[in-house]
C-alpha cells in the first residue's frame, strides 16, 4: 500500500515539500503520496487526527503550526524538546513522535553545500516563531560564539532564551536596540517580515565579511537579502538550501535514509532563477 505522507500549514498552497519529497521517492525507489494539507489553527488538531486515522505515517508541519503541534506528541527528540517546535511527526502505533530538522538543514545547507564555517561567529537571529526556535539549537551546536535573539514581540524572544538554558551565551534584546548592537558575522532572518513591509535594519548590524541569511525564499527574502547586500555582507543566502536539506532529514526519518539533495536544490534553484528573469 502506498505510504501517506503530507505537510500541514496555515497558507500551504505555495509548499514546495510535494515536489521536493516527490523527487526524493522517484531517486530513492520508495512509493508514497505526498501532499499539502491546509489547517487553519483552530482546525489543526482535527486534521492530525483525521490524517491519522486515515492511516499517515508522517507528516512535515509549517508555519503557524510548529509550536501548536508539539502538544499532539507523545514523545519528542531532544532538539524538538529544546527548540519547543516540531517540523517532522512520525507515526509511532497510535501516536505520534515529534522531531524538528530545521536546524540541522540550515547547518547542513550552509557548512556543506556553502562550506562555510560557523564557528566562533557572533549570531544575531531575528524572529523568535517556529523557524526560529527550530534553528536556535543547532546554532549553538554549530559552535557559534553567542546568540542575540531579536524580536517583534519581546517576550517570545526571551522565552527561546530560557528554553535554549545557555544564558551567558544567549543574550535577548529589543527590536530598538539594533543601532547599538554593534555588529554580527552572521544575520539570521527567522521573521516572516518579507511577506509583507519588511524589516527597518541599520547597516551597522553586519560587521566585515558578515553572513546573511533568510530563511524565507524567492520574493519574500529580497528586502532583507537586498538590506544584507547594501550592508555589505559578503555571503548573502536564502532559504531554499535549507528547505531541500530539512526535507532530506525528515525523509531520513521516515524512509531510513537521506536522499542525496544536490540535483533536487539545482532543479529547485534554476526554476527560482527563471521564474526571476521571466518577471
Ligand atoms: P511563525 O509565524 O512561527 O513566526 C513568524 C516570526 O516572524 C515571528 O518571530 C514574528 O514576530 C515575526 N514577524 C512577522 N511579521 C513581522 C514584521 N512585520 N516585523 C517583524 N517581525 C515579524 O513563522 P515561522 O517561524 O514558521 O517562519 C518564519 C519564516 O521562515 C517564514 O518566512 C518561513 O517561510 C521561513 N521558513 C523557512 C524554512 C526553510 O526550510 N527554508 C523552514 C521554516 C520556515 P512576532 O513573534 O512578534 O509575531
Not at 47 to 62: E, L, M, R
Not at 74 to 82: C, E, F, H, N, Y
Request: net charge negative; hydrophobic share 45%.
Amino acid at each position: 500500500m502506498t505510504a501517506k505522507y503530507a505537510v500541514f500549514g496555515h497558507p500551504v498552497a505555495h509548499s514546495l515539500s510535494p515536489r521536493i519529497h516527490a523527487a526524493f521517492a522517484r531517486q530513492e525507489g520508495v512509493d508514497l503520496s505526498y501532499v499539502a494539507i491546509e489547517a487553519a489553527p483552530e482546525d489543526f488538531a482535527a486534521a492530525i487526527h483525521a490524517f491519522g486515522a486515515v492511516g499517515g505515517a508522517g507528516a512535515n508541519i509549517t508555519l503557524p503550526h510548529k509550536e501548536r503541534v508539539v502538544a499532539l506528541c507523545s514523545q519528542l527528540s531532544d532538539r524538538a524538546r529544546r527548540a519547543g517546535a516540531v517540523n517532522t511527526i512520525v507515526r509511532a502505533g497510535a501516536a505520534w513522535h515529534g522531531d524538528n530538522t530545521d536546524g540541522l538543514g540550515l547547518v547542513h545547507d550552509l557548512t556543506e553545500r556553502h562550506r562555510l564555517d560557523l564557528r566562533g561567529r557572533r549570531v544575531l537571529l531575528l524572529g523568535a516563531g517556529g523557524a526560529a526556535r527550530g534553528v536556535a539549537p543547532s546554532l549553538l551546536d554549530a559552535g557559534v560564539d553567542s546568540l542575540w535573539i531579536v524580536n517583534r514581540s519581546p517576550e517570545k524572544a526571551d522565552a527561546l532564551s530560557d528554553a535554549l538554558g545557555e544564558p551567558g551565551r544567549v543574550h535577548t534584546r529589543y527590536l530598538a536596540d539594533l543601532p547599538s548592537l554593534g555588529g554580527f558575522e552572521l544575520i539570521v532572518n527567522a521573521t516572516s517580515a518579507g511577506r509583507g513591509d519588511g524589516l527597518s535594519l541599520p547597516f551597522s548590524l553586519a560587521a566585515p565579511r558578515s553572513l546573511a541569511v533568510d530563511l524565507s525564499y524567492g520574493e519574500a527574502a529580497i528586502s532583507f537579502l537586498a538590506w544584507a547586500g547594501a550592508a555589505g555582507c559578503v555571503h548573502r543566502i536564502d532559504g531554499l538550501g535549507m528547505l531541500v536539506e530539512q526535507a532530506a532529514e525528515s525523509f531520513a526519518l521516515w524512509h531510513g535514509r537521506r536522499p542525496a539533495t544536490d540535483a533536487v536544490y539545482a532543479e529547485l534553484a534554476a526554476r527560482a532563477d527563471a521564474l526571476q528573469t521571466a518577471d
